[in-house]
């Protein structure tokens, strides 16, 4: 069956490191996308691409990077410089329309 | 600010007991509404999608309706199975690919 893949499903970070966050799909969607869950607010979109090699930066993109090399691939990296990183993760993809229908089982992040 | 609120926050039903969730927004020129439900530490499932005012879909025990300002998601006679919680989100013509998301409800049907 088609569908998203994240991993790992739980990531602790330490102090002034980088973490990077892997979201895989075989639906062949050409849209992907990174929200941010955290308790009692809503989703928020913090980068997302629509094709290969392009990306565009959400409402909370500061302290976060991604690269789209390939279309199935959309990696998400925690930088240092993002200060509350401690969040559930989703990843998301959608085909024509571009509603993201499609999300994978997201990446628990806490700080150590 | 384009906003969307859901209430109640949380929801406790007897197996059997209808009821409905709400979904209100505030976005200039609307281009769907979309409901979603969401299993602990999963990630969301697509449910519905609503285009226009007056507009209905179902899908077992749910059935969602759109007014000009709010969404309703009625369960009539929800199982435990039902219990989850559920998201909506909206599409503002101004936003392109992005999606406003409430905050959710948290669902739980006692049998």
């Known amino acids: 069956d088609g569908g998203i893949t994240q991993s790992p499903k739980y990531l602790f970070r330490k102090e002034g490191q980088n973490v990077t966050l892997s979201c895989e799909q075989n639906l062949n969607h050409d849209a992907m996308y990174w929200y941010r869950q955290d308790p009692g607010q809503g989703l928020r979109l913090i980068y997302y691409s629509q094709i290969v090699n392009d990306f565009q930066k959400g409402d909370i993109a500061e302290g976060y990077s991604v690269s789209r090399e390939k279309k199935e691939s959309f990696p998400l990296t925690v930088t240092s410089a993002q200060k509350n990183p401690t969040a559930f993760y989703l990843c998301?993809?959608?085909?024509?329309?571009?509603?993201?229908?499609?999300f994978g089982d997201g990446t628990r992040l806490s700080i150590l | 600010e384009d906003q969307v609120t859901q209430s109640p926050e949380a929801l406790r039903l007897q197996e059997g007991e209808s009821s409905s969730l709400n979904c209100s927004y505030t976005v200039s020129g609307l281009r769907g509404l979309f409901w979603y439900r969401q299993d602990p530490g999963k990630g969301p499932e697509f449910l519905f999608t609503l285009y226009s005012a007056g507009e209905e879909k179902e899908k077992e025990r749910l059935k969602a309706t759109l007014t000009k300002k709010e969404s309703f998601l009625h369960i009539t006679a929800p199982k435990p199975e039902d219990s989850a919680t559920y998201l909506c989100a909206v599409q503002a013509r101004a936003y392109g690919q992005n999606f406003v998301f409430g905050p959710g409800t948290r669902l739980s049907v006692l049998p």
């Open positions: 998301a993809s959608s085909g024509t329309g571009g509603v993201p229908r499609h």
